[in-house]
T-cell receptor, first 114, second 112 residues
């Protein structure tokens, strides 16, 4: 158990809908990362937050947004969903920002868009 | 930009065989290098890491050495077990931040 929790574990929804994925980092970690794992794109970095502020952005679509709250949990919002958004979404956390810090991954949320 | 290339799988081995999974990277500067493992139905777990050239990461019998001259971080294990069957990901993070760039992953299947 990494100490990172993600809810829900599975999500099935329809095209055009909006969903929210939730992540609670390990106790004491200030940095949260979101990654998408799909068959065609592999594992891709989406976005990073540190202590409530956005720090880095990757291949995140404009239809997607995220935030980190004062209690350090984070939410990833996916809107106007398309079939191609079906994927496994991982959250990870680390204490700080330094390159080389270990990131601890949650179990993921599997999203299926029908 | 930064990238990681892994050998394609699946790799199928018999129990107690020697394992090598090749990983090479392209990056500016001196990245940190990682191997993560994903067991079926689970999230990623850090297997080992190395943060500077010539460092050797090791864990659970797995080893990898950060080779700057060949930009490689090959994963090795002397004697695999059935329980090692999983997907292995090589990854890097650069000094400017900590986002991970992953390779495509290599499926390892170990037969008894």
């Amino acid at each position: 158990d990494s100490g990172v929790t993600q809810t829900p574990k599975h999500l099935i929804t329809a095209t055009g809908q909006r969903v929210t994925l939730r992540c609670s980092p390990r106790s004491g970690d200030l940095s949260v990362y979101w990654y998408q794992q799909s068959l065609d794109q592999g594992l891709q970095f989406l976005i990073q937050y540190y202590n409530g502020e956005e720090r880095a952005k990757g291949n995140i679509l404009e239809r997607f947004s995220a935030q980190q709250f004062p209690d350090l949990h984070s939410e990833l919002n996916l809107s106007s969903l398309e079939l191609g958004d079906s994927a496994l979404y991982f959250c990870a956390s680390s204490f700080g920002l330094a390159g080389g810090e270990t990131q601890y991954f949650g179990p993921g949320t599997r999203l299926l868009v029908l | 930009g930064n990238s990681v290339t892994q050998m394609e799988g699946p790799v199928t081995l018999s129990e107690e065989a020697f394992l090598t999974i090749n990983c090479t990277y392209t990056a500016t500067g001196y990245p940190s290098l990682f191997w993560y493992v994903q067991y079926p139905g689970e999230g990623l777990q850090l297997l080992l890491k190395a943060t500077k050239a010539d460092d050797k990461g090791s864990n659970k019998g797995f080893e990898a050495t950060y080779r700057k001259e060949t930009t490689s971080f090959h994963l090795e294990k002397g004697s695999v077990q059935v329980s090692d069957s999983a997907v292995y990901f090589c990854a890097l993070s650069d000094r400017g931040g900590n986002k991970l760039v992953f390779g495509a992953g290599t499926i390892l299947r170990v037969k008894s």
